[in-house]
């Protein structure tokens, strides 16, 4: 039985390997992981590495490759505090959700937030204002931004493109490993499940389309680690004494191509059961690139499947069993006979006061889409399909809707893989546009409440001393804030994940403490306080 594909990609990463620009690891010693690079997360591929950290913040965190300091970025969400290091053989290396930078580094930060009055901070710099050597301690790892435990997100980008590439494929070390990768299951969109013992499966599966046909896979580091992701998987059928074969590897992909995600994904296995398996063929979306078969597959009959996937580690696993593939679209190698389909052309669709308009390549399947109102101010889209491509949502408010609510109405989107809430925005025609990547369960609301200051208290934050408050809103982010102590502004740090201002003492011994805050709708509040 070949396996051309497999091979193929592992020579490629053994040539690659042999190049090791990574030259010192991010975090020195023996690491586990939360996550590897191309792992399937809801509406993104994972851009980088995980390093789990113990529970604990403050691990020294190394350059990986001498360099320069190209970017710093200081955020409330997303990744928080993030350092980009640029290197001169073409890649720039990131750490993301980071506790502090090194002095010199968090004293610019300071610096250009005071002059700019802005907590929010995206700095460029160049090549000679601060170099760097490989092993250099450049901050400390932690859990600021959107991160869901102390770890550092470590990613290696191609300069030129910003595509982010697989660290494990430019030296990053995996280490020891003691949990072999597995495929557990195979799933079908209609519910069918093939368990997998000693690398195959006996039960017939019944599928109309391969898009239908997905595989549970896991891989860990070792028996009490999480689950990560795979780094490449090839599907082989063999029938009547013939054999064709595809697959892909994710090796780089595009943030613009990140949400084919969930077109990698069975959207039905994962509404029905919550587990990303990996469909077997491959989705509108672009990402990731999958070779074609040389021979039609689309003819209905049995088959015997064959899957190899290849862990991060370079282990390889290996399953086989029937799929009888029924009538039906030979999607995705034959056009499918979808009267209205939507594949590639733009659109739209009604539903008394809500109007709903897609471009082309909007979805990462051909659907006949509906939209359909199922209460007040609530609209239901379906069928579940994953969303490539932003949608475009019009709301007519009715003649009585208040004029200050304009602008501050809200859609609320839900699909199986998460939510989003969007501000809209007022139009000529006196219709609301909101602009979101979900077709699912739609909701309008209005944000009239502004954020909500409370508990001022004394403690730390970068291990220095510094005051806090809690800082909330009832539905939206809060998107700007400022802090002035006896009138002169004064930098300080929002912790959106736990919802708290940091405003470091600085020399501080007491005096008027004056904060506000708004939020994306344009609320706003203040506070004030004497500070002890």
Same mark, same amino acid.
């Given at each position: 039985m070949p396996r051309i594909f497999i091979a193929f990609f592992s020579l490629l990463s053994l040539n690659v390997f042999a190049q090791s620009p990574i030259a010192v690891q991010p975090i020195g010693g023996e690491v586990d992981f939360a996550g590897t690079f191309g792992e399937l997360r809801s509406h993104h591929f994972h851009s980088g590495v995980d390093v789990r950290t113990g529970g604990q913040t403050g691990w020294p965190v190394r350059a990986v490759q001498d360099g320069y300091l190209s970017r710093i970025v200081v955020r409330p969400d997303g990744f928080g505090w993030a350092l980009y290091l640029r290197h001169p053989n073409g890649y720039t290396s990131v750490y993301a959700h980071l506790e502090d930078f090194k002095p010199e580094w968090h004293d610019v930060v300071v610096q250009r937030a005071s002059a700019s009055k802005n907590n929010r901070l995206d700095l460029?710099?160049?090549?000679?204002?601060?170099?760097? @050597?490989?092993?250099?301690? =450049?901050?400390w790892s932690g859990n600021s931004g959107g991160s869901a435990g102390p770890h550092l997100h470590f990613e290696w980008r191609d300069t030129r493109t910003e595509e982010p590439l697989n660290p494990f494929a430019y030296g990053m070390h995996y280490g020891s490993d003691s949990y072999s990768p597995r495929?557990?299951?195979?799933?079908?969109?209609?519910?069918?499940?093939? *368990?997998?013992?000693?690398?195959a499966w006996s039960q017939v599966l019944s599928v109309h389309s391969w898009q239908e046909l997905s595989a549970e896979i896991k891989d860990k580091k070792h028996p009490q680690g999480l689950n990560l992701g795979i780094q490449a998987l090839e599907i082989q059928w063999s029938w009547s004494e013939k054999q064709t074969a595809h697959g892909f590897e994710m090796d780089r992909f595009s943030f613009d191509d990140t949400r084919?995600?969930?077109?990698?994904?069975?959207?039905?296995?994962?509404?029905? *059961?919550?587990?990303?398996?990996?469909? +077997?063929?491959?989705?509108?979306?672009?990402?990731?690139?999958?070779?074609?078969?040389? +021979?039609?597959?689309?003819?209905p009959g049995r088959y015997t499947v064959t899957l190899t996937a290849r862990a991060a580690n370079g282990e390889i696993t290996q399953a086989s069993g029937p799929v009888e593939l029924l009538a039906g *679209?030979? &999607?995705?190698?034959?056009?499918?006979?979808?009267?209205? !389909?939507?594949d590639v052309q733009s659109g739209s669709l009604q539903a008394e006061?809500?109007?709903?308009?897609?471009? @082309?390549?909007?979805?990462?399947?051909? =659907?006949?889409?509906?939209?359909?109102?199922?209460?007040?101010?609530?609209?239901?889209?379906?069928?579940?399909?994953?969303?490539l491509r932003s949608l475009v949502y019009f709301w007519t408010p009715p003649a009585d809707y208040p004029e200050a609510w304009r602008s501050k109405t809200v859609l609320i989107g839900r699909d199986p893989r998460g939510s989003y809430r969007i501000v809209g925005?007022?139009?000529?025609?006196?219709?609301? @546009?909101? =602009? $979101?990547? $979900?077709?699912?369960?739609?909701?309008?609301?209005?944000?009239?409440?502004?954020?909500?200051?409370?508990?001022? !208290?004394?403690?730390?934050?970068q291990g220095k001393p510094a005051w806090y408050i809690s800082l909330k809103d009832n539905l939206l982010d809060v998107v700007d804030y400022d802090a002035y102590v006896d009138g002169t502004w004064t930098w300080a740090? &929002?912790?959106? !994940?736990?919802?708290?201002?940091?405003?470091?003492?600085?020399?501080h011994s007491g005096g008027l403490l004056r904060l506000s805050?708004?939020?994306?709708?344009?609320n706003r509040s203040t506070f004030e306080a004497t500070l002890p």
């Open positions: 460029y710099f160049s090549a000679g204002e601060y170099p760097v @050597r490989a092993g250099d301690t =450049i901050a495929i557990l299951a195979l799933h079908t969109a209609d519910g069918q499940k093939a *368990t997998v013992t000693s690398g084919c995600a969930d077109g990698l994904m069975q959207p039905q296995v994962h509404r029905r *059961t919550g587990l990303r398996t990996y469909r +077997l063929a491959p989705s509108l979306g672009s990402a990731p690139a999958w070779s074609s078969p040389d +021979l039609d597959v689309t003819q *679209t030979g &999607y995705p190698w034959a056009d499918p006979l979808l009267p209205g !389909k939507v006061d809500l109007r709903m308009v897609w471009n @082309r390549n909007s979805f990462t399947d051909p =659907i006949v889409p509906s939209l359909s109102k199922v209460g007040d101010r609530k609209w239901q889209a379906s069928p579940d399909v994953p969303v925005e007022p139009q000529s025609d006196g219709s609301l @546009r909101f =602009i $979101i990547k $979900i077709f699912g369960t739609l909701s309008i609301a209005q944000d009239l409440e502004a954020p909500v200051f409370s508990g001022l !208290k004394s403690g730390s934050f740090y &929002y912790d959106a !994940k736990n919802r708290r201002l940091y405003i470091p003492k600085q020399g805050a708004e939020d994306e709708a344009g």
